[in-house]
C-alpha cells in the first residue's frame, strides 16, 4: 500500500495529512502548551523577575531545542510508513523538521519543502492533493471504496 504524506508545520503546530489507497486522514500535532510565550518577532514575553530567576542564556536555548526536538519527534511518529513526505510551512520551523528527518530512517522520502502561509486544515489537505496530483474526486473514490 502507497502511502504519502504533508505536513504543515511551525513551531506550536502541525498538521499532518496522509493519503492511502483507502482515503484520506488529517491529524493535527500541538506544541507543549506549557512552552513560555513569544511576541511575534520571537523574544519572549517579558515579566517582572526577581534576581534568583536568572537562567543562562544557553541553558534556556538547550531547553528549548530539547523542545522542538520532542515535538518534531512526535510528528515524525506519524509518518514512519510515509513512502513520499511533501513539507510546508510559513517558517523556519520547516527547515528545522526537514533536518530533524534527514538524521531518522525516513531520510530520503523528502519529495518536496514549500513555503506557504497559515492555513485552515482543508486548505492544507486541498494543496497537498494538489501537489501529489491527486484529485478531490480520487481522493473521496478512495474514502468510498
Not at 4 to 24: P, Y
Not at 36 to 50: E, F, I, M, Q, R
Not at 91 to 116: D, P, S
Request: charged share 30%; no cysteine.
Amino acid at each position: 500500500m502507497t502511502i504519502n504524506a504533508g505536513v504543515w508545520i511551525d513551531h506550536h503546530k502541525a498538521v499532518v495529512v496522509l493519503f492511502t489507497d483507502e482515503g484520506e486522514n488529517t491529524l493535527q500535532i500541538m506544541s507543549d502548551p506549557d512552552t513560555p510565550a513569544l511576541l511575534p518577532d520571537g523574544t519572549p514575553v517579558k515579566k517582572s523577575y526577581t534576581r534568583n530567576d536568572f537562567v543562562a542564556e544557553d541553558k534556556r536555548e538547550r531547553k528549548a531545542t530539547n523542545h522542538l526536538n520532542k515535538y518534531f519527534d512526535k510528528v515524525i511518529d506519524h509518518l514512519h510508513d510515509a513512502d513520499a513526505i511533501l513539507v510546508l510551512g510559513p517558517g523556519e520551523a520547516k527547515g528545522e523538521f526537514t533536518k530533524r528527518i534527514e538524521n531518522t530512517k525516513l531520510k530520503g522520502r523528502i519529495a518536496h519543502v514549500g513555503t506557504v502561509d497559515k492555513m485552515t486544515d482543508h486548505e492544507i489537505a486541498a494543496h497537498v492533493r494538489q501537489l501529489l496530483g491527486i484529485g478531490f474526486e480520487q481522493a473521496n473514490q478512495r474514502k468510498h471504496q
